[in-house]
């Protein structure tokens, strides 16, 4: 790109485009200098500090809640219980994306160590904590349910007694609930996976283990509410999801969309613990009891109890025919969603139908389950659940080539999908990329051709290196919608209005340079406006890797609106048909007479009479649908707006006489369609690849009869720089989408996909030990290469 | 003042330890008395005959960075290295740390394998002991209330005493160790001169490995008699079980780290 | 409550705080430094890292009250002097040492600290000086890039 000097004005052209080049951040400046602001940075005159009392029991009914000693504390302003809340009139108690299954305060019973039973507003921090102590609670424990596959026996206890769908999704509009603790069923049926399975010379049946963990986002939850005299409700809210907290705040008073304003301050780290509503409910109703401002900024204990990663158990089962070919997968997936659903029965079923892998395999078998448990609620963790199923699909994969005394890169190469295939789910296949990922990553780490040869027993000392290899494919979470509204100022500087949150992704910056590559002028004139659902327009959130393709197509269409203005305005002006006229490089251009043009500047002069400070704004709303899914066999035509695939390899180090493993070198290769900025492509592939590091080698969230033992960032370890692979390398592959933004797709999620069977095929290849669950304990593997079956003897 | 005030008052000094117990409610003094305000409690010292002397208001980055410490006891520095973070050995202090009783942490380790003895002052005076008999169970040491911990001593080096401490920390390198190995060694032509073990972080106390006397000194250090060293050292170690292992793993880890903790010293000798 | 004297930022403030006021508390409510980010409360994290006296500590578990008026604390707001960002600020930009920044301000503190004591600190000692600074985003090799090329232009 060249760099324009400001003070060529509105005439700055550009020659170069600037989309492709990693251009320095729009957010750098603020966030070097300290001058970013978080939620929990901003007061206001007044504002009252909230805190909350949270339940120490798994399950319990609440049999007595007195707030009475509580609300005579000095300082206190407001104390809330359950049922309170339910003889507030006109206010909706429960809420929930999915089903309506999350009270605002525990009514009745409580369902996991860590509900909010309680909540308080307050003039300081101390006296908030001083009323909670006070608030007399008594519990009577329940029998609970912890674990996932426990969960679903007959004689379980229900943690639901009934469901109350939420009306954002058809195809949850049937479900009742109360006979299970199954919330949602997805199932996909090709081919015949059973008859295939009986008539197969091996059959691979393996159950594939990943834990709850916490999505640790550095920066806490926080909110700043304040409801104005004429009723408005302004909050301030680190979410993904400014739309649906308004659509649903909306909901909850039963207050028109437009007297709800959410607006999101820089946000410190998401990964899906910010979605849908988190502590906007307590704190919103807590400003509108004081009438007083109200902030709640969490403590990082309560952030562990507030969202976590889908804890799940993935049944894969794959066989091999006497001819040596894949002929069916059936797998059975079981979501622990914890307490309340939220978005989980969306990772069901849109995981759910990626479960067998990207692969051309005849019969194929998916039930995919979203299961409640006494714990931590579940949400999104950077991969909507594609990591859990990966890593059990990618390990059958390095299973079935050793039992062939295959290549695993070789054999996956055969059986990936190709462009134009179709997917089980009957889908048909386009800008996929995950083969050229794969072949590109095995190629940096230093794939050695052929099959695997694990020493065989497994040493007993030293410490021995391998090499694993994995690709996984991602479907985008289809239908959803973004708006964007583009302004141009008189003097040609450019704001974006979009909804998207900038946490940290780049979104900001990506968003100015399409606009600035659109409208023609120089990047350093276009400025982002970030979500204030006042000026911005809807858009369903910011996750599963969509923005870029979604909000930048919006983008595209503002832009395109507003050069049809500037097209209509010089038509005008030029008395030339507006066929005749394009929009190029910033300026207006009679097509094939290039002397007859209009800039900027004069399409403004012309359209104002020469008023100065005037704005001219072009609008788009881009939205992606899909076909319906058959309920009995999960076909459909199409069932997402675009899929993105991605490979791992990683080279490792186990220590074969402590069982520790080490990740020497890394490389992640992503198809992003195209790289607007590739710097922050590399960054999202590399920064996905480390934490799920983390999650593979040593994180979980460690629950004993449903209370968390380590809920603090003394015992929950994060992946820190000592973990960080020496060699680290991201690839870019470009195989541009015909929908997306100059064809881009997305790519906040690759890393993540195929980085834990990557690693446990190196460990394989290191020592010849199967993993089956995470994270990988040094025990575990020093127990199983010591031929520890795993049942906990000692060898 | 400390005395007078009994339970309710706390001392604090770097204040990492007490602050976290403070914060997560386990512990609610009504007083903090900053010891910090105390002057002469902060110094290193080495005296090549009375040995070093570390203040109990000296910094773990203090002790790591000092040039005597680093020349006399270079596995000293090398422990208090190791420590948490850089923040928390800015912060923390000798004396905070070893009160805390902490049984993950990592100095006692090379401090009792050195024949450290801890200096205590009450209103009964002042007293001094052995530091492995300061650690008396899970989170509790021998200080009496209304006691500060005043210095941690230990003689001078003798030569040819070599150090090492090894941090097995698991697969997360921010993690507490699993296991902290301090072995000290000395070689005469060949034969072992003496031999010292200590384990932390695997059971409630620091576990220092006796009958090493009989087990090795006088003898040659051959990969059997180091086994038998390595085994011995695991079967005097009641190990916690966390999930950072069962009780079994935890004994293998002292069997590995034993045999390379000492076949690192052979190599250097 | 007491009133302590404090310098920070260069600046002498002179304070009525709580006995047991976190600093990290007082620099963000009282001076309105909220630069310095509270991640974990208990030390682990990193993201409230100030400097005392040129050396990393944790704000949050740093009592106000034991601070003497001739130690000199350092916030991010103290890192750049007149409008001139501090060489380790340029490193992470020029680098885009940072996702979502909520421990960048912590991170160039320690990195500060770090190349004040060792100019040209190998990559291990990187490692070891950063163990307890967290980055969740994983913007781990281009803060490693930073830290090269801040290193680079000191030396």
Known sequence: ?795 | ?269 | MRTVELTVNGERETLEIHDQALLLDVLREKLHLTGTKEGCSVGACGTCTVLIDGKPVSSCLTLAAQLRSDQEVTTVEGLSQEDRLDPVQEAFLENAAFQCAFCTPGMMLAVKAMLSENPNPSDEEVREYLLGNYCRCGAHPEILKAIRSAAAKKT
């Open chain 1, 1 to 795: 790109m060249k760099k324009v000097p400001a003070d060529q004005g509105v005439l700055t052209l550009m020659t170069t485009s600037i989309v492709g080049e990693s251009i320095p951040r729009i957010d750098g400046m603020p966030k070097i200098t300290g001058n970013a602001r978080y939620v929990a940075d901003l007061s206001l005159p007044g504002m009252l500090h909230a805190a909350v009392l949270r339940s120490p029991h798994p399950h319990a009914l609440l049999t007595r809640i007195d707030a009475t000693e509580a609300r005579k504390v000095p300082g206190a302003k407001a104390v809330l219980t359950g049922p309170d809340v339910l003889e507030i009139e006109g206010i909706s108690p429960f809420y929930g994306p999915a089903f309506r299954d999350q009270p605002i305060l525990a009514v009745e019973r409580v369902r996991h160590v860590g509900e909010c039973v309680a909540a308080v507003a307050a003039d300081t921090r101390e006296a908030a904590d001083k009323a909670l102590s006070l608030v007399e609670v008594e519990y009577e424990p329940q029998p609970a349910v912890h674990d996932v596959l426990d969960a679903i026996r007959p004689e379980a206890p229900l943690v639901h007694e009934k469901l109350e769908p939420a009306k954002t999704f058809a195809d949850l509009a049937h479900l009742k609930g109360g006979q299970s603790n199954i919330n949602y069923h997805f199932k996909l049926r090709r081919g015949d996976a059973e008859q295939a399975l009986a008539e197969a010379a091996m059959v691979f049946s393996d159950d594939y283990v990943s834990p709850p963990a916490s999505h640790a986002h550095l920066e806490p939850h926080g909110v700043m509410a304040e409801w104005d005299a004429n009723g408005k409700l302004t909050v301030w809210t680190s979410t993904q999801s400014p739309s649906l907290v308004r659509n649903d705040l909306s909901n909850i008073y039963n207050v028109p969309l437009n007297q709800v304003r959410v607006i999101v301050p820089y946000l410190g780290g998401a990964y899906g613990a910010k979605l849908y509503d988190k502590l906007e409910p307590i704190t919103t109703l807590l400003a509108r009891v004081t009438k007083k401002p109200v902030r709640w900024i969490l403590n990082r204990e309560e952030v562990f109890v507030t969202s976590s990663k889908h804890g799940a158990v993935c049944r894969m089962q794959t066989g091999v025919s006497k001819d040596g070919t894949i002929n069916a997968r059936k797998v059975a997936v079981y979501y622990d969603t914890g307490a309340f659903a939220e978005i989980g029965p969306r990772i069901a079923y849109k995981t759910g139908f990626t479960g067998a892998g990207p692969y051309q395999i005849d019969n194929v078998w998916i039930d995919s389950y979203c299961v409640y448990t006494h714990k931590t609620p579940a949400g999104p963790f950077r991969g909507f659940g594609v990591p859990q199923v990966a890593f059990a699909y990618e390990s059958h994969m390095d299973k079935v080539a050793h039992y062939l005394g295959r290549d695993p890169v070789e054999l996956r190469l055969e059986y990936a999908y190709d462009e134009g295939d179709f997917f089980a789910s009957g889908t048909r296949l386009h800008s996929l990329g995950h083969k050229e990922s794969l072949e590109k990553c095995a190629e940096v780490i230093g794939w050695e051709p052929g099959p695997r040869k694990p020493p065989s027993p497994p040493p007993a000392r030293g410490k021995r290196r391998g090499k694993g290899c994995a690709l996984a494919l991602k479907a985008v979470l289809t239908p959803s919608t973004s708006g964007s509204i583009v302004e141009m100022g008189s003097d040609g500087s450019v704001n974006v209005l979009t909804s998207t949150v900038e946490m940290g992704q780049g979104s900001d910056t990506i968003l100015c340079q399409i606009a600035s590559e659109e409208m023609g002028v120089s990047f350093d004139k276009v400025s982002i406006v970030r979500p204030d659902t006042d000026v911005t327009p809807y858009d369903t959130l910011t996750a599963g890797s969509r923005s870029t393709f979604h909000m930048g197509r919006a983008v595209q269409l503002a832009t395109d609106d507003l050069k049809r203005q500037f097209i209509e305005i010089a038509s005008d002006a030029m008395e030339v048909s507006e066929e005749q006229l394009e929009y190029r490089e910033g300026e207006v251009r009679v097509r094939g007479m290039p002397d007859r043009r209009m800039t900027q500047e004069e399409v403004f002069a012309h359209k104002f009479k020469g008023a100065k400070g005037t704005t001219l704004v072009g609008q788009g709303v881009f939205q992606t649908s899909v076909a319906p899914t058959d309920k009995e066999t999960g076909q459909s035509e199409n069932m997402t707006a675009y899929w993105f695939g991605g490979a791992s390899a990683a080279e490792v180090e186990v220590d074969c006489e402590t069982g520790t493993v080490k990740v020497l070198n890394f490389a992640g290769g992503a198809d992003v369609g195209k790289a607007i900025h590739p710097a922050h492509c590399d960054q999202q592939i590399l920064g996905a690849a480390i934490t799920t590091l983390g999650l593979t080698l040593f994180e979980t969230m460690r629950f004993e009869e449903g209370q968390l033992t380590n809920q603090s960032f003394l015992e929950y370890i994060l992946p820190a720089f000592g973990d960080v692979p020496r060699g680290l390398t991201s690839h870019i592959l470009e195989t541009p989408h015909r929908d997306g933004p100059y064809g881009a797709k997305g790519v906040g999620e690759t890393g993540t996909m195929a980085t834990i069977p990557a690693i446990t095929a190196a460990i394989f290849d290191a020592v010849g030990i199967w993993i089956h669950e995470i994270p990988i304990t040094p025990e575990s593997v020093l127990r199983a290469l010591r031929g520890d079956n795993g049942n906990g003897g000692t060898p």
């Open chain 2, 1 to 269: 003042m400390l005395s007078d005030l009994g339970e309710e008052a706390a001392p604090i000094a770097g204040g990492t330890a007490v602050l976290i117990l403070m914060k997560s409610g386990l512990y609610a003094p009504n007083h903090l008395i900053n010891l910090k305000a105390l002057g002469g409690l902060s110094e290193i010292a080495f005296d090549p005959k009375e040995g070093l002397r570390l203040g109990a208001l000296a910094t773990h980055r203090e002790v790591e960075l000092h040039p005597a410490v680093a020349g006399r006891y270079p596995v000293l520095s090398s422990t208090y290295a190791r420590v948490a973070n850089v923040r928390v050995r800015n912060s923390a202090t000798v004396g905070g740390n070893l009160a805390h009783g902490d049984f993950r942490i990592d100095p006692p380790a090379p401090l009792i394998a050195l024949n450290a003895r801890i200096r205590l002052h009450g209103t009964g005076g002042e007293r001094d002991l052995p530091l492995e008999d300061f650690f008396t169970g899970f989170y509790a040491t021998a200080k009496a209330e209304g006691e500060i911990v005043t210095a941690v001593t230990m003689p001078p080096p003798t030569d040819g005493l070599k150090g090492i401490y090894l941090k097995y920390v698991g697969n997360a390198a921010a993690d507490w160790p699993t296991l902290g190995t301090a072995v000290m060694l000395r070689m005469d032509n060949g034969t072992c001169g003496d031999l010292r073990v200590v384990l932390t972080s695997v059971a409630e106390t620091p576990v220092k490995v006796s009958g090493l006397e009989d087990l090795a000194v006088g003898r040659e250090l051959s990969e059997e008699r180091i086994e038998a060293v390595a085994d011995a050292a695991a079967a005097q170690t009641q190990p916690i079980e966390d999930h950072r292992g069962s009780a079994w793993y935890k004994r293998e880890m002292v069997k590995v780290h034993v045999r390379r903790g000492i076949e690192a010293l052979l190599e250097t000798a």
